[in-house]
């Protein structure tokens, strides 16, 4: 049955109308692509080596998830001392802390010996919490490297290569670590997929399985790659990383690191392969 058209004028004038938005739009990408670019710049110049390097824990009470988790015992100890103790083996750390809203968390940390930094409880997320801690410690660090509280089987290798990998990429501002992605997680929304280039740098992060070829299935001879829950920030990126409004990327997939991509950052992977060691 065919659809009618149409009269000449009232398309035209839609026409007319559609493409003005258009324009709109394209411009104010243009124009928002232009400003991220300009200030990306700054940050990819390169600004000599990144030595003095800091572990930061961000760790909360008040989990929607899992209320209390850094302080649920692990074989008789708390969860976040566990992490601590593991964060602590990383040969590249100068300094290691535990950046905190909670004086439960705080009093538990000082017990076992840790550095405790009191932040804000309205920080959305562990890298503004991240953010204030560094913000508020007394020594010059150039690389801040993030690990979750909930982390108590760390390698420190990976928190070592995430650090290398900094110091060997001044047109970096930011590095994580991926590790080979088992065939039963491929279609896993809680695994999150990474792609990189041939040099190392990280092209995009999914929820979905990337590559995705169009067979649809997943290919047993690929090697895919998991993304890690571990992040490493040049630190004068980290101060204004939070300002950055969120994206259309960073949304649609709930990733945070893709606002790092899509404001034109360039961003360097650690490939960790677990019983063996790789390079960044």
């Not at 009618?4 to 411009?27: E, F, I, N, T, Y």
């Not at 969860?79 to 009093?107: F, G, K």
């Not at 004068?236 to 899509?262: A, G, R, S, W």
Request: with cysteine; proline share 7%.
């Amino acid at each position: 049955m065919p659809i009618c058209a149409p009269s000449s004028d009232s398309s035209a004038s839609a026409s007319s109308g559609l493409g003005a938005r258009v324009w709109v739009l394209h411009g104010l990408a243009l124009g928002a692509a232009a400003a991220a670019a300009a200030v990306a710049y700054l940050y990819r110049r390169p600004t000599g080596f990144r030595s003095r390097a800091v572990g930061i824990i961000p760790a909360r009470f008040a989990s929607t998830r899992f209320e209390g988790k850094p302080l649920v015992p692990i074989l008789g100890k708390p969860m976040i001392q566990r992490t601590w103790e593991r964060v602590m083996l990383a040969s590249s750390l100068d300094h290691v802390v535990v950046a905190t809203d909670d004086e439960r968390i705080a009093e538990c940390c000082r017990g076992f010996g840790a550095d405790v930094i009191m932040t804000s409880a309205s920080c959305k997320n562990g890298s503004e919490r991240c953010c204030e801690a560094l913000k508020k410690l007394d020594k010059h660090y150039d690389i801040v490297v993030n690990i979750q509280g909930d982390e108590p089987l760390i390698e420190p290798e990976i928190i070592d290569g995430v650090v290398m990998s900094l110091q060997r990429a001044p047109d970096a501002v930011f590095s994580t670590a991926v590790t080979s992605l088992k065939p039963e997680d491929a279609f896993d929304t809680n695994r999150v997929k990474c792609v990189v280039d041939n040099l190392g740098y990280a092209i995009y992060f999914s929820r979905g399985l990337i590559p995705f070829n169009k067979s649809g299935n997943a290919n047993p001879k690929y090697p895919y790659l998991l993304h890690l829950g571990i992040a490493g920030f040049d630190s004068k990126f980290l101060k204004i990383y939070p300002e950055l409004p969120p994206t259309p990327l960073q949304m649609e997939e709930d990733l945070e690191q893709l606002k790092v991509l899509e404001n034109g950052y360039r961003m360097k992977q650690h490939i960790f392969l677990y019983g063996d060691q790789s390079g960044p």
